[in-house]
Nanobody, 115 residues
Framework: QVQLAESGGGLVQPGGSLRLSCAAS????????MGWYRQAPGKERELVAT???????NYEDSVKGRFTISRDNAKDTVYLQMNGLKPEDTAVYYC?????????WGQGTQVTVSS
């Protein structure tokens, strides 16, 4: 079992930036995908961005050009740099690791965009 520990959430004004981090509790070997999902109140969890261990990325349309996902394979850590934040980005953000067809989830970190 892999534990995922997220950090970096908080309150930010519209137009501001935040950087989320997620570290795995042990080394990850083999093909895998790490990513970020979010869930706003009353809505379903949705994909934000993913990145494979080879560096291939995928973004939800509404965050393209504003968010950047990256990872450090040596540290088994994934990052989400969020710029130009909007109130509609407010949600709990969850880290995800998909490996061998099994999903691992972090506990979530709250991101609130408000003036």
């Amino acid at each position: 079992q892999v534990q995922l520990a997220e950090s970096g959430g908080g309150l930010v004004q519209p137009g501001g930036s935040l950087r989320l981090s997620c570290a795995a509790s042990r080394r990850i070997f083999g093909f895998n995908t790490m990513g970020w999902y979010r869930q706003a109140p009353g809505k379903e969890r949705e994909l934000v961005a993913t990145i494979t261990n080879g560096g291939t990325t995928n973004y939800e349309d509404s965050v393209k050009g504003r968010f950047t996902i990256s990872r450090d394979n040596a540290k088994d850590t994934v990052y989400l740099q969020m710029n130009g934040l909007k109130p509609e980005d407010t949600a709990v953000y969850y880290c995800n690791l998909l490996i061998a067809s099994y999903n691992h989830w972090g506990q979530g970190t709250q991101v609130t965009v408000s003036s």
